[in-house]
């Protein structure tokens, strides 16, 4: 199934732990190139995060961002180190008897003291967990949306090889009347320099170059790289790298292909499979 690597999903979900919601975001990359945006209580799960981002994602730049918002309610209780306070009480009344002077010393200034107040310990492991479920859910909208979008790009690269093999089919029906064209331009120059050709050295002439202009195995090798097309569109594996390779042959033969050419319809259609070949290129730029 073609993916793109282009896509974006999001997913919320909300707990007694508060609000998570996570998105991500893909562009096209050459190899899988992976951004996390994490709050620092979910900082932990970065590891994981990667690595199922990593199992599921082949290619692409890829911005992995978690949002969380804790639960509101009521006030919670201050974690107040007794121990501490007496101890810091105990230093300054010390101080104070060596300075021989009292201290300004209020109450706030005493909450402001470095572990004074302690947090609370949370249990983070609901939160956690429930982030780990999201990201799963949001991973696999992502992937579902990279389809959808590589299977309008398939769609659109079926398209323009429909349109390279109704040129190649034309270009092939005009070689059938090349050489006669060319003999009868020979003979009217000829007529025209009063000149009457040897016998079969017109002939000859006209094999020569039918031979340097011949574009069979050029039309062939695009008939059989429509064929390459169709079977890797069916691959269930990343296939970019290999449509990519096969963007590059198509355009090889369309360059011979032009410069054999040796009438305007053959160049005009050299110069049409170029245009449809690159905008081919440009879809395959985007697909996993």
Known sequence: MVQSMTAFARRESQGDWGT???ELRGVNHRYLDLSLRLPEDLRALEGALRERLQARLGRGKI???LRYTPPTGGATALNIDHALIQGLLEACEQVEGLMGASTQFNALEVLRWPGVVREPVRDLGP???AALRLAEEAVAEFIQARHGEGERMAALLRQRAQSIAALVAR???RRQDLVAALRDKYRARLAELGVEAEPGRLEQELA?????LDV???LDRLDSHLTELESVLGR??????????LMQEFNREANTLGSKSADIETTQAAVELKVLIEQMREQVQNIE
């Open 171 to 173: 270009v092939r029906e």
């Open 127 to 129: 939160l956690h967990a």
């Open 236 to 245: 269930q594996e990343p296939i970019g790298r290999r449509l990519d390779f």
């Open 208 to 212: 020569m170059v039918a031979q340097r």
């Open 20 to 22: 998570l919601a996570c």
């Open 216 to 218: 069979d195995e050029e």
């Open 63 to 65: 911005d992995c961002g």
